[in-house]
T-cell receptor
Framework: QKEVEQNSGPLSVPEGAIASLNCTYS??????FFWYRQYSGKSPELIMF????GDKEDGRFTAQLNKASQYVSLLIRDSQPSDSATYLC?????????????FGSGTRLQVQP | ETGVTQSPTHLIKTRGQQVTLRCSSQ?????VSWYQQALGQGPQFIFQ???????GRGNFPPRFSGLQFPNYSSELNVNALELDDSALYLC?????????????FGPGTRLLVL
């Protein structure tokens, strides 16, 4: 079974620190990778997507992809209490093309003021 | 630009009943995917609709069915509800031309089966 794994947390960081969220995936043919933020009781909100090896930066967020290691991460710089949420890693796996996203169970991030 | 909308927001049903959930896709998007999210879990893919046809299905039984209409809106129907069907049901829309299948979620419908 094709899987996406995340540490459930909670990951606790002080305000202003860098939060590092990690995700591994099982299907080597996976094509694109997404990070969603989900506040309690709300729906997932897209933060970033990445499909090439290396880093992709957008404001305080940096996504990192290493296809050889089947590993994707999200760094949040200058973490704020408003960043406290569950972060979902999602992978568009090869055999379903553009059809389905496979999600991890999410990492809960707590930013302490 | 109008985002993804879903109705109703909350629903309570009893075991054995049937339910219909509705989704309107984001303006310019022609593809709709449905996901089920149980408490404490990530969303699980149910199926996707493109051009009014089912375009991929996850590991859900046939009592989960759907439709897509010419205006790209969609319905999810669940027959013979079971207690385990209690979850947040999410609709996500995307464009067939979008890079690598980027999907945007609606606010969800929270279903409770008693």
């Amino acid at each position: 079974q094709k899987e996406v794994e995340q540490n459930s947390g909670p990951l606790s960081v002080p305000e202003g620190a860098i939060a590092s969220l990690n995700c591994t995936y099982s299907d080597r043919g996976s094509q694109s990778f997404f990070w969603y933020r989900q506040y309690s009781g709300k729906s997932p909100e897209l933060i970033m997507f990445i499909y090439s090896n290396g880093d992709k930066e957008d404001g305080r967020f940096t996504a990192q992809l290493n296809k050889a290691s089947q590993y994707v991460s999200l760094l949040i710089r200058d973490s704020q209490p408003s960043d406290s949420a569950t972060y979902l890693c999602a992978v568009n796996m090869g055999d379903t093309g553009r059809r389905a996203l496979t999600f991890g169970s999410g990492t809960r991030l707590q930013v302490q003021p | 630009e109008t985002g993804v909308t879903q109705s109703p927001t909350h629903l309570i049903k009893t075991r054995g009943q049937q339910v219909t959930l509705r989704c309107s896709s984001q303006s310019g998007h022609n593809t709709v995917s449905w996901y089920q999210q149980a408490l404490g879990q990530g969303p699980q893919f149910i199926f996707q609709y493109y051009r009014e046809e089912e375009n991929g299905r996850g590991n859900f039984p046939p009592r989960f069915s759907g439709l897509q209409f010419p205006n790209y809106s969609s319905e999810l129907n669940v027959n013979a509800l079971e207690l385990d069907d209690s979850a947040l049901y999410l609709c996500a829309s995307s464009s067939s031309g979008a890079p690598y299948g980027t999907q945007y979620f609606g606010p969800g419908t929270r279903l409770l089966v008693l």
